[in-house]
Each structure stands twice: as structure tokens, then as C-alpha cells.
T-cell receptor, first 111, second 113 residues
Framework: RKEVEQDPGPFNVPEGATVAFNCTYS??????FFWYRQDCRKEPKLLMS???SGNEDGRFTAQLNRASQYISLLIRDSKLSDSATYLC????????????FGSGTRLLVRP | EAGVAQSPRYKIIEKRQSVAFWCNPI?????LYWYQQILGQGPKLLIQ????????DSQLPKDRFSAERLKGVDSTLKIQPAKLEDSAVYLC???????????FGEGSRLTVL
């Protein structure tokens, strides 16, 4: 089983739609979780951290379910500019605080 | 503030040749990472430095890959000899500490023919 698994998509949605991505992780000892965004042929950039209580940043909401070992990202009112690959990232806090990236979920927002 | 600098941006070599990539992290960032990203996949950690010490290199193919960060600032990643499957983007990232946000460079795109 992969340490971090994501549905690769692509998710093809119209502007204004609400879309949700899930990501599962295998190590129950993981403590820190993030969503990074990667535009085509660009480097990944932090979108948001994921806190135990859930957190919201504008149109984006991230949630963590430790019991089921998954995190989610909800995007409301999708914009064309949201088209990108969304990478789920889990920090395995052993001695190295290793960050493990999922393969990413591709989102295409159409006019 | 300057971001993470990487060079070269693009490199094309033939298999069995060698190549080196350079990375200059954001000033003051103690943690430096090299990731390999193959097309269609997420970044895979090759090596992680804390200052000039190696913290994790468990996924670095040590028979052909080497990396160093001699003075705890900039770093080089070398591949010798290259294989076809090494074709990928090599991303350097840095953070203030191991728990902090990662800032990535634009990457070095390697094509091995």
C-alpha cells in the first residue's frame, strides 16, 4: 500500500462548481498534513495546512479524519484559475520529519 | 526576498553520461531537500539535509546518485552514470526547519537519451 494515495483524476468541472478531493495515508503516526498546488510545468506551492479541527481559507476548506486516516480538500465556486494538480502531503514525524507527497489529483475547470 | 535558485533549468544527456545540478536555498533555511518528480507522479524525496548533515537519504540510489551540502548553504546533486529512467524534474526545496513550509525552486528538467 502506498504511504499517500490520491485519486489521479482528472476532475473536469464547470466554473462555479464545488469539487472535493480525498487523500488517504497509511502511517497512523503521521502528525502534519498539507495540500500543495502545482501548476503545469511549475513547482509545487503550499496551498494550506490541514489542522485537526479543520480549516478554511476563502473558497478552500481542508479537513482531517484521523480515525479513517484521510484528509480532504473542498473547493467552492471553482474558478478557471483553480485548474492545477493538487498534491496531498503527509509529514511522517520520525527522526527525519520526512514529507511524503501523493501523486496528485488533477483539476480542470472549464468555462 | 530571493527564492530557491536552481541550475541548469534544462539538461539533455545520453545514458551513461554524468550530470550535476546546483541549488541555492533561501537564506537562513537550515533544511534542504532534493526531490525527483517523474511525469505524472508526485515528488519523491531523494535526500534531506539539516544544515550540512544528511538526515534522510533512504531513497537515494547511492550507486549512481550523490549529493552534498558542504557549508550548509548551497547543494549539488550528481548522477553518474545516468540511466533512461532518470529522466525527470529534479526539484530542490528549502525550509526554515523540518516542520516548516517547503519552498521549491523551479526545478531542473533532465532528459536522458
Amino acid at each position: 500500500r502506498k504511504e499517500v494515495e490520491q485519486d489521479p483524476g482528472p476532475f473536469n468541472v464547470p466554473e462555479g462548481a464545488t469539487v472535493a478531493f480525498n487523500c488517504t495515508y497509511s502511517n497512523s503516526a503521521s502528525q502534519s498534513f498539507f495540500w500543495y498546488r502545482q501548476d503545469c510545468r511549475k513547482e509545487p506551492k503550499l496551498l494550506m495546512s490541514v489542522y485537526s479541527s479543520g480549516n478554511e481559507d476563502g473558497r478552500f476548506t481542508a479537513q482531517l479524519n484521523r480515525a479513517s486516516q484521510y484528509i480532504s480538500l473542498l473547493i467552492r465556486d471553482s474558478k478557471l484559475s483553480d485548474s492545477a494538480t493538487y498534491l496531498c502531503v503527509v509529514n511522517k514525524e520520525d527522526s527525519s520529519y520526512k514529507l511524503i507527497f501523493g501523486s496528485g489529483t488533477r483539476l480542470l475547470v472549464r468555462p | 526576498e530571493a527564492g530557491v535558485a536552481q541550475s541548469p533549468r534544462y539538461k539533455i544527456i545520453e545514458k551513461r553520461q554524468s550530470v550535476a545540478f546546483w541549488c541555492n536555498p533561501i537564506s537562513g533555511h537550515a533544511t534542504l531537500y532534493w526531490y525527483q518528480q517523474i511525469l505524472g507522479q508526485g515528488p519523491k524525496l531523494l535526500i534531506q539535509f539539516q544544515n550540512n548533515g544528511v538526515v534522510d537519504d533512504s531513497q537515494l540510489p547511492k550507486d549512481r546518485f550523490s549529493a552534498e551540502r558542504l557549508k550548509g548553504v548551497d547543494s549539488t546533486l550528481k548522477i553518474q552514470p545516468a540511466k533512461l529512467e532518470d529522466s525527470a524534474v529534479y526539484l530542490c526545496a528549502s525550509s526554515l526547519d523540518p516542520t516548516g513550509e517547503l519552498f521549491f525552486g523551479e526545478g531542473s528538467r533532465l532528459t536522458v537519451l
